[in-house]
Structures are given as structure tokens and as C-alpha cells.
């Protein structure tokens, strides 16, 4: 027992020591040469414009589904016409945000993971550093930085879809006026709100991205260690996501309010 305790917990202590290095790594990649602009667009492309679809569905139905159920509990108090601002406040401080990223980790995370594990195991990645290239360059710094700037577009797309389902709820079966409902979704938003609801989205596209790329990198076993690599980087990515919404939260209130 004592000795399966101590295995588990260096093991636990590599792999953090072995992300901390990729991260290193990759912030490296950020600012010295080579860049690998052509992969960077591809990924931009990839992470951003692939994952529109699922960011929209789910944060119009997030907003529907917030206002639909916040406007029959306002309604004990007779505050119904309020429901604007609680689902922009909810959308922009939080649930646009996590869902965002949430959904990330399971689309992007998973594809990553995947593909970086399939080339570990066919020795793709050990080609390339035969052929003078850096894989950390070369596939994580593009997938990494274009993780950084598309999460917050698509945390906006999220929030932007998340407030009109609430509108199209509030307007068509709670019968709340239009224009109370946008007037109450301005007033329900202040400028701290916003810098947190775009604060946190840069660190989760980081945490995302990065926890994929070294599940990837430390894959083993043939194919079905890219299986278990795809199940660890969506599950760590995930609870990561969490972890860190906590934290950064709690940081940004210090800071901003």
C-alpha cells in the first residue's frame, strides 16, 4: 500500500514537473525565432471557426434556459422584468466563460490529445526532431497561442448567444417587453464585469490547450494509448477548467471590485 502511495505520488510529480517544463517551453516559443506562421492560422481556424457551431447551440440554449427558469423564480418577488440583467450578469461573469470553455475541452482538447498522441506513437514526433525541428515550436506554440486568442472570441460569441435566447424566452413566453429586456440587460452589466468575463477565458484557452498538448506529447502504448490520452486530456482539462475558474475568480474580485 505504502509503496503503490509512493509510486502514485511521483508519478503525480513528474508529470506536473514535465507540464511545467512544456510550459516553459511554449511561453519560450512565444517570443524567440522560429515562428510557424502558416500552422498558427490553421490552428486559429481549427479552434475558432471549427468550434462556432457548438459555443453558439450551447450558449443560446444556456441563456434560453437561465431566463426561462430565473423568470418563474422572479416572479415569487414580482421582478420579472428584471430577467435581463440576471442572464447577462450570469452569461458574461460565468456561464459564458466556463461553458465556452468547457466545450473547448471536449472538442478541441480531445482533437489535440488525439493527434499529437498518434503521432507519438508512429514516431512522427521523433522524425521531426531528427530533422532539426522543434516539436514544442513546431506543434504546440501555434495550437497553444491560438488557443489564447480564440477562446475569448468564442466566450463572446457564447455570451452574445446566451443573451438572445434569454431575449427570445423573456419576449415570447414570458412576455417581458423588448425593450425592458435590453434596457435591463445594460443596467445589469458594469465594466468590471466585463474584464473578468474576458479575463478568464485568455487563462482557460491556456490551460486547455497546454494540459492536451502534454497529454498528447507523454502518450504511450500503441493505439489505445491515444484512446486513454483522449479520455485523460478532456477529463483533466475539464476539472482544470473548474479549478481555475475558482481561483482566477477569486483573484479577479480582489482586483477588480
Known amino acids: 500500500m505504502v509503496a503503490a502511495v ?10 506536473a514537473q514535465e507540464y511545467v517544463r512544456l510550459s516553459l517551453a511554449a511561453f519560450r516559443g512565444f517570443v524567440t525565432r522560429p515562428f510557424y506562421g502558416h500552422d498558427l492560422v490553421e490552428q486559429f481556424d481549427v479552434i475558432g471557426i471549427g468550434s ?14 437561465l431566463a426561462l427558469q430565473s423568470g418563474l423564480t422572479l416572479d415569487q418577488f414580482g421582478a420579472r422584468p428584471v430577467v435581463g440583467r440576471l442572464v447577462s450578469a450570469s452569461m ?7 461553458l465556452a470553455a468547457l466545450m473547448l475541452t471536449s472538442r478541441v482538447g480531445s482533437g489535440i490529445a488525439a493527434e499529437l498522441g498518434s503521432m507519438m506513437v508512429t514516431d512522427q514526433i521523433n522524425a521531426l526532431r531528427a530533422l532539426g525541428t522543434d516539436p ?50 445594460v443596467k445589469g452589466l458594469y465594466l468590471e464585469d ?11 484557452g491556456f490551460v486547455i490547450v497546454s494540459i492536451a498538448c502534454h497529454v498528447g506529447l507523454r502518450t504511450s502504448g500503441g493505439t489505445a494509448g491515444v484512446g486513454r490520452a483522449t ?18 475568480g477569486q483573484l479577479l474580485i480582489e482586483l477588480l471590485y
Do not use: H
Open 6 to 15: 509512493d509510486r502514485w505520488a511521483k508519478g503525480a510529480a513528474l508529470e
Open 52 to 65: 462556432l457551431t457548438v459555443v453558439l447551440l450551447t450558449g443560446f440554449f444556456t441563456g434560453a434556459a
Open 92 to 98: 458574461v461573469k460565468e456561464l459564458g466563460p466556463v
Open 136 to 185: 514544442i515550436r513546431k506543434l504546440v506554440v501555434p495550437r497553444v497561442m491560438a488557443g489564447i486568442f480564440m477562446t475569448p472570441l468564442l466566450t463572446v460569441v457564447s455570451d452574445t448567444a446566451g443573451i438572445i435566447g434569454g431575449w427570445v424566452v423573456a419576449r415570447f413566453q414570458l412576455q417581458v417587453n423588448s425593450g425592458l429586456y435590453w434596457s435591463s440587460v
Open 194 to 204: 466585463v474584464w473578468m468575463g474576458l479575463a478568464k477565458p485568455v487563462i482557460f
Open 231 to 248: 479520455t485523460l486530456a478532456v477529463v483533466a482539462g475539464s476539472v482544470a477548467v473548474i479549478a481555475v475558474d475558482y481561483f482566477v
